[in-house]
């Protein structure tokens, strides 16, 4: 069946990095756009990167533009967000998800994606 499992959570103080991990198995990964979301307590799933199948295109958020980094390992079936330059406002639970397009307006909008994992919490905290 279907598996995203994310991993490469944690605590972490402000200006520090962590770099998660997303495993994908049981559909074909590198038709996909593979996208991270977040979500903060009492907020709703918000967009964070996307990568599109082959890796050349990419999309960011405002917020994280310049700080984070994704990409994908189609070889592995593995996707990455390297995140840098931390702040309290980056906490939350973090989710990869598979999106069967790439066309802008589908990438940021978490109701377009097929498959989510089951998520990993960032904390940034002092």
């Known amino acids: 069946q279907v598996q995203l499992v994310e991993s490469g959570g944690g605590l972490v103080q402000p200006g520090g990095s962590l770099n998660l991990s997303c495993a994908a198995a049981g559909f074909t990964f590198d038709d996909y756009t593979m996208g991270w979301f977040r979500q903060a307590p009492g907020k709703e799933r918000e967009f964070v990167a996307a990568?599109?199948?082959?890796?050349?295109?990419?999309h960011y958020s405002d917020s994280v533009m310049g700080r984070f980094t994704i990409s994908r390992d189609n070889t592995k079936l593995k996707v990455f967000l390297q995140m840098n330059s931390l702040t309290p406002e980056d906490t939350g639970v973090y989710y990869c998800g598979a999106c069967a397009t790439y066309k802008r307006s589908w990438i940021v909008t978490a109701s377009f994606y097929d498959y989510w994992g089951q998520g990993t919490q960032v904390t940034v905290s002092s």
């Open positions: 990568i599109s199948w082959s890796g050349v295109n990419i």
